[in-house]
C-alpha cells in the first residue's frame, strides 16, 4: 500500500481531474472531488487515503480498501478501457488517466 500511495503522489500530486465512476459505484465521490487537485496521498496499514482539494475546509478524503482484487494504474498514453469493476477513472486532459477497482471507495470531509 505504501508503494501505491507513493506512487499516485509522484504521479497525480498537484493535478486536476475530471472524474467518472464507470461502474456507478461511486458516483457521489465522484461528484464532490472532479476538479480539485491531489494534494496528499498516504498509506496506514493496509488502507490508502488520498486527498484532493487546497488544504482547506473544502477538501474531501477518500478512502480506498482494495480487497482481494483491487488495482490502482496510472497511465500516460494508451490507456486501455476501463473495466466492469473500475469505481474511479481520473482523467487530467493534458496528463496521466489514472484507473481505480476495489472492494471499498469511500469520501467524506
Given at each position: 500500500?505504501?508503494?501505491?500511495?507513493?506512487s499516485c503522489r509522484c504521479k497525480l500530486a498537484s493535478k486536476k481531474f475530471a472524474c467518472t465512476s464507470p461502474n456507478g459505484?461511486?458516483?457521489?465521490?465522484?461528484?464532490?472531488?472532479?476538479?480539485?487537485?491531489?494534494?496528499?496521498?498516504?498509506?496506514?496499514?493496509?488502507?490508502?487515503?488520498?486527498?484532493?482539494?487546497?488544504?482547506?475546509?473544502?477538501?474531501?478524503?477518500?478512502?480506498?480498501?482494495?480487497?482481494?482484487?483491487?488495482?490502482?494504474?496510472?497511465?500516460?498514453?494508451?490507456?486501455?478501457?476501463?473495466?466492469?469493476?473500475?469505481?474511479?477513472?481520473?482523467?487530467?486532459?493534458?496528463?496521466?488517466?489514472?484507473?481505480?477497482?476495489?472492494?471499498?471507495?469511500?469520501?467524506?470531509?
Amino acid at each position: 500500500m505504501h508503494r501505491v500511495a507513493a506512487s499516485c503522489r509522484c504521479k497525480l500530486a498537484s493535478k486536476k481531474f475530471a472524474c467518472t465512476s464507470p461502474n456507478g459505484r461511486f458516483a457521489e465521490g465522484v461528484a464532490a472531488i472532479t476538479g480539485k487537485p491531489f494534494y496528499a496521498t498516504e498509506a496506514i496499514g493496509r488502507n490508502p487515503f488520498a486527498w484532493p482539494g487546497t488544504s482547506d475546509d473544502d477538501d474531501v478524503c477518500v478512502h480506498v480498501h482494495f480487497g482481494m482484487a483491487g488495482n490502482s494504474a496510472v497511465f500516460k498514453e494508451d490507456e486501455p478501457g476501463t473495466t466492469p469493476t473500475a469505481r474511479l477513472r481520473m482523467d487530467s486532459s493534458c496528463g496521466p488517466v489514472s484507473h481505480l477497482s476495489a472492494a471499498t471507495v469511500q469520501h467524506g470531509t
